[in-house]
């Protein structure tokens, strides 16, 4: 395919990925106090390697002025373990907690793998803040279910296809290197494999020809310093969009959320940059 990417993969998910978790925190930091007396939400893990998911479970007591969060088996109440409480102006206590413990002890690599059971209106509002999928939500009109495919690009790309046909009802190329493409708002947009599936990339072409690119690194840093989950670079003189999943395991609804993000900052932003840019939509 043409206009391809020149700057690989290498580095890019470590980059991508911190951004995301430091967009997840913070967005915990102002959100979480939404969760109001009775209610819960649950953060589940992907499935480990025993067969079960681990949960971080967010509740509220606003009588007696405090929340907490424990850890515990998804879809049990038993053995849960509190690993963090606070009172009503302990938000960043709480959500730091919870980085921490998906991070160090969960060792999940990415938010998005999070998936989300929330009971009560506030804790709904608080998983749809986070963009995270529903954890109880059934697949497809076929009754899909879904706990993830592990492998190489071969093994990931039928998820891909699949997604995109679902979200945007086109049925997506491959190219000859094995890239999924795809249009949207008028843009092609490549998702690519690392060769050991560890890694799933969205990326696109979204301004051609740039008139300052000393200008243009700026307008791109401050976009970048928005804290959205996609980010920009310049390459010559062209602005690219990208965004990075971790793939071990890949989901649907993983993949889905990416792509809806993607999308999403692709549209809310390619326009405006291009006239800022004094460039053309790609």
């Not at 998804?74 to 206590?93: M, N, Q």
Request: proline share 5%; charged share 25%.
């Amino acid at each position: 395919m043409g206009n391809r990417r020149d700057d690989g993969m290498d580095g890019v998910g470590g980059e991508a990925t911190e951004c995301a978790w430091g967009v997840f925190l913070d967005t915990l930091i102002l959100r979480i106090g939404a969760v109001g007396d009775g209610d819960a939400l649950a953060l589940v893990a992907p499935p480990g390697p025993e067969g079960w998911s681990q949960q971080l479970v967010v509740r509220s007591d606003r009588g007696r002025g405090f929340m907490w969060v424990t850890r515990g088996i998804s879809g049990s109440t038993a053995a849960e373990e509190v690993v963090a409480s606070a009172g009503a102006d302990g938000a960043f206590a709480l959500a730091d907690a919870i980085v921490r413990v998906a991070r160090e002890d969960l060792r999940l690599p990415h938010p998005q793998l999070f998936t989300a059971r929330a009971s009560g209106r506030g804790a709904a509002e608080l998983a749809e803040s986070l963009g995270l999928a529903d954890a109880d939500a059934p697949g497809g009109p076929d009754g899909r279910t879904d706990s993830g495919v592990r492998g190489g690009p071969d093994a990931l790309r039928p998820v891909v296809v699949e997604a995109v046909g679902r979200m945007f009802g086109q049925e997506p190329g491959v190219d000859d290197d094995g890239d999924v493409y795809f249009t949207v708002a008028g843009t092609t947009v490549f998702v690519i494999f690392s060769p050991d599936g560890g890694l799933v990339q969205a990326w696109a072409l979204v301004v051609r020809g740039v008139y300052s690119r000393r200008n243009t690194a700026v307008e791109v840093d401050l976009l970048n310093s928005k804290g959205m989950w996609s980010t920009w670079y310049l390459s010559g003189r062209d602005v690219f969009q990208r965004i990075t999943l971790p793939a071990r395991p890949l989901s649907a609804d993983n993949i889905e959320g990416m792509l809806r993000v993607f999308a999403k900052d692709l549209e809310q932003n390619r326009d405006e940059l291009a006239y800022r840019l004094g460039g053309k939509v790609a």
